[in-house]
């Protein structure tokens, strides 16, 4: 298994996910949901529509690795 996601209520009433690895480190985390039926929509959001999903890194030019 490659991990799982994880519904939790958000103490406002409503709800999010987490997608969190076998190691127990939480991978991502969703946004607010107003019920439990729309977070399982939004879990089969990403499933459905990210697992090849390219990296578009928008971050700036990356600071090169150090020399140790």
């Known amino acids: 298994m490659a991990g799982?996601?994880?519904i939790s209520?958000?103490?406002q009433g409503g709800y999010?996910?987490?997608l969190v690895a076998n190691n127990g480190q939480t991978l991502a985390v969703g946004e607010g949901f107003p019920n439990k039926p729309a977070c399982v929509n939004g879990i089969e959001t990403v499933?459905?529509?990210a697992p090849?999903?390219?990296i578009?890194?928008?971050s700036g030019p990356q600071a090169p690795p150090d020399a140790d």
Do not use: K, S, T, V
């Open 9 to 11: 209520e958000d103490g």
């Open 4 to 6: 799982r996601f994880i």
């Open 56 to 58: 578009d890194d928008r």
């Open 47 to 49: 499933r459905r529509n």
């Open 16 to 18: 999010r996910f987490a």
């Open 52 to 54: 090849d999903a390219p």
